[in-house]
T-cell receptor
């Protein structure tokens, strides 16, 4: 079946750096993508989303970029803080509230 | 608004038993989805309910079942538990707005099968 996958399982950055987390998807028909953050012992927390008719969307300290040509998503976190340490998942909406998740990237932020 | 709530938060069962997990969605949300999260398989879709009807189902055996009530609360049941069913079970609710269905997750129920 089609799936969403991540390139890097772990990303280590220094506090204050910008972080970039990447994701490849395979279903070219997907029209809605979401990034989630999951902290230890908690459920995934919505960060930002993007529709397929957009190539960039910005939130507070976060930006999502979508490249449909190469089926690639990225999440950029500006001025990364220790509180940003978590596992980040990209997901695509497969319809009827069905999300297909990538395997996740662990972001480790050192003070 | 209160978030998605799940009960119980932790559960220990033995092989062969059955278990029922409960999920209360965000007020006004009519869609409830269930996911299983394990270290090996990651987050996998189980099923989704909308207005008491199952609209979609993932690739799980028939031992996994669910239902939704008229108040949108949902339960999932796993019968004849196996060791491999040990996982974090997550419930998510969404407000269906066209094709954009942002899902909001609860804290999960951690199930340990011994």
């Amino acid at each position: 079946g089609e799936s969403v996958g991540l390139h890097l399982p772990t990303l280590s950055v220094q506090e204050g750096d910008n972080s970039i987390i990447n994701c490849a998807y395979s279903n070219s028909a997907s029209d809605y993508f979401i990034w989630y953050k999951q902290e230890s012992g908690k459920g995934p927390q919505f960060i930002i989303d993007i529709r397929s008719n957009m190539d960039k969307r910005q939130g507070q300290r976060v930006t999502v970029l979508l490249n449909k040509t190469v089926k690639h998503l990225s999440l950029q976190i500006a001025a990364t803080q220790p509180g940003d340490s978590a596992v980040y998942f990209c997901a695509e909406n497969s319809g009827y509230s069905t999300l297909t998740f990538g395997k996740g990237t662990m972001l480790l932020v050192s003070p | 608004k209160a978030g998605v709530t799940q009960t119980p938060r932790y559960l220990i069962k033995t092989r062969g038993q059955q278990v029922t997990l409960s999920c209360s969605p965000i007020s006004g949300h009519r869609s409830v989805s269930w996911y299983q999260q394990t270290p090996g398989q990651g987050l996998q879709f189980l099923f989704e309910y909308f207005s008491e009807t199952q609209r979609n189902k993932g690739n799980f055996p028939g031992r996994f079942s669910g239902r939704q009530f008229s108040n949108s609360r949902s339960e999932m049941n796993v019968s004849t538990l196996e060791l491999g069913d040990s996982a974090l079970y997550l419930c998510a609710s969404s407000l269906v707005q066209g094709t954009k269905e942002t899902q909001y997750f609860g804290p999960g129920t951690r199930l340990l099968v011994l």
